[in-house]
């Protein structure tokens, strides 16, 4: 499949789980990909990885919790592989804690890393779309937004807001064709949720439990979601959420 020839890419959180997946994904069909993260050395690796199957990739530092680095990643991403197509806000972080264990600086980093970083990718690359007339946003929220989740009352937060900012961004951005959309996940077994939920497997086990489809996500489940609304399948499509989770949340 094709259906993605020669489109430029930039996915942030991309070195590994979900992101490297959607990276992945992306590049089989036919985009040139720039792994954004802050772990550039693992993005190096992966994105070699992917230059092996005959694909285009590139790494770029981005440390998405400032302006200034997203700007920069942009024009880099520019040079290198040209204008961007598609942008996808998958970079994310948390420490699953009650709320009312955590501390005010804990908020500050959950809040940079989970909303203030696709706001600081859109501002960076959006304007670029909106001068060519066309582009392809896809940010990568949680169901967590939709129903809450005991211990990430922050994290949820943030994901919620990323669902309202999209939506507006998709109806101010719709003029100038181009689409935002979300996806949502359920529980997704990457190396982030193995570390948050470290010495509660029982809780992993509960969680998969409760999925109508008794089993917790994989980083490829998400791809095929993103993969659409990067595409010109999804034309007509935007400020429309999609979970990706085994059923666990059925929003209308």
Do not use: H
Not at 97 to 111: R, V, Y
Not at 233 to 252: R, Y
Request: charged share 20%; proline share 3%.
């Amino acid at each position: 499949m094709t259906r993605l020839k020669d489109k430029v890419a930039i996915v942030t959180g991309a070195a590994q789980g979900i992101g490297l997946a959607i990276a992945e994904r992306l590049a089989s069909e036919g985009a040139k990909v720039a792994l954004a993260d802050i772990q550039i050395e693992a993005a190096e690796q992966s994105a070699a990885k992917i230059c092996a199957t005959g694909a285009k990739a590139i790494a770029v530092r981005l440390d998405v919790s400032k302006l200034e680095e997203a700007i920069a990643a942009a024009d880099r991403v520019e040079q290198e592989l040209g204008p961007i197509d598609i942008l996808v806000n998958n970079a994310g972080w948390d420490v699953v804690k009650p709320f009312l264990e955590t501390t005010p600086e804990l908020w500050n980093k959950i809040i940079a890393i989970n909303y203030l970083g696709p706001l600081n990718c859109c501002k960076a690359v959006a304007s670029r779309m909106q001068s060519r007339g066309s582009g392809k946003i896809v940010s990568i929220s949680s169901d967590a937004a939709r129903v809450g989740s005991t211990g990430e009352a922050v994290y949820a937060g943030c994901k919620a807001g990323i669902i309202g900012f999209s939506k507006t961004l998709a109806r101010e951005l719709a003029r100038y064709r181009i689409n935002v959309n979300v996806v949502c996940p359920g529980p997704t077994e990457t190396a982030l949720l193995k570390t948050a939920m470290a010495g509660r497997e029982k809780v992993l086990e509960s969680m998969a439990r409760g999925i109508p489809f008794r089993r917790l996500g994989q980083p490829q489940d998400l791809t095929g979601a993103v993969a659409f609304f990067a595409s010109s399948d999804s034309d007509f499509v935007t400020g429309q959420v999609l979970s990706v989770s085994g059923g666990l949340t059925m929003a209308g």
